[in-house]
């Protein structure tokens, strides 16, 4: 059984840093690429970056140059380096194996201006 336990978030000004972890167990970690969404009340749930099993990484633009996501497979974890935060990006973070449909509980994020 997938489980993914995502953990990291909380409540910090505008500007500041956060980072974010998933830990990912029931799956062969290395072969699967992981991406990270998140959902901010009243809205859906949006994409916020990509990691490949090869460690190539891709972002909207929305936190392009801000966000870092990596991995780590002797940890079964990735992680989402989140720099300069905005008042925006306040929401339940959500990371996900790509073609599975389970869920974590998420971790919220609090950015306040």
């Known amino acids: 059984q997938v489980q993914l336990v995502e953990f990291g978030g909380g409540l910090v000004q505008s500007g500041g840093s956060l980072r974010l972890s998933c830990v990912v167990s029931?799956?062969?970690?290395?072969?699967?690429?992981i991406a990270w969404y998140r959902q901010a009340p009243g809205k859906q749930r949006d994409f916020v970056a990509q990691i490949t099993k090869g460690g190539y990484a891709n972002y909207p633009a929305s936190v392009e140059g801000r966000f870092i996501m990596s991995r780590d497979n002797a940890k079964n974890t990735v992680y989402l380096q989140m720099n300069n935060l905005k008042p925006e990006d306040t929401a339940v973070y959500y990371c996900?194996?790509?073609?599975?449909?389970?869920w974590g509980q998420g971790t919220q994020v609090n950015v306040s201006s």
């Open positions: 996900k194996i790509l073609g599975i449909p389970s």
């Open positions: 029931g799956i062969t970690f290395s072969e699967e690429a």
